[in-house]
Nanobody
Framework: VQLQASGGGLVQAGGSLRLSCAASGSNSIDHNMGWFRQTLEKEREFVAAISWDGGHQYYADSVKGRFTISRDDAKNTVYLQMNSLKPEDTAVYYC??????????????????????WGQGTLVTVSS
């Protein structure tokens, strides 16, 4: 499966962005999906995840209540709506899939090594 992330850009603090992750390949979106982010100072960190059927969403505490993950299987796309952005949200955002339809613990979805297919990343910069 190939993933293409887009939608990043420069936004002022308090603003919003919507990231998209388009997947290609047969049934390529019909799996668990996640968003992670990384800066030069930090290792890749979990942001949000959604189960293969869309029935469960998981969020890092730092984005809970501000970010929303969703999926549109008809468009083979997963979204990350980011509201009330803060300068500390500045990072390269990556989408990923574990290529399974399993149901797992919340901790499982937060571990980057459980995902084996990654997009190229899209840069989000939040100015103060």
């Amino acid at each position: 499966v190939q993933l293409q992330a887009s939608g990043g850009g420069l936004v002022q603090a308090g603003g919003s962005l919507r990231l998209s992750c388009a997947a290609s390949g047969s049934n390529s979106i019909d799996h668990n999906m996640g968003w992670f982010r990384q800066t030069l100072e930090k290792e890749r960190e979990f942001v949000a995840a959604i189960s293969w059927d869309g029935g469960h969403q998981y969020y890092a505490d730092s984005v809970k209540g501000r970010f929303t993950i969703s999926r549109d299987d008809a468009k083979n796309t997963v979204y990350l709506q980011m509201n009330s952005l803060k300068p500390e949200d500045t990072a390269v955002y990556y989408c990923a899939t574990d290529r399974t339809r399993g149901y797992y613990s919340a901790f499982y979805y937060s571990v980057a090594s459980n995902y084996d297919s990654w997009g190229q990343g899209t840069l989000v910069t939040v100015s103060s």
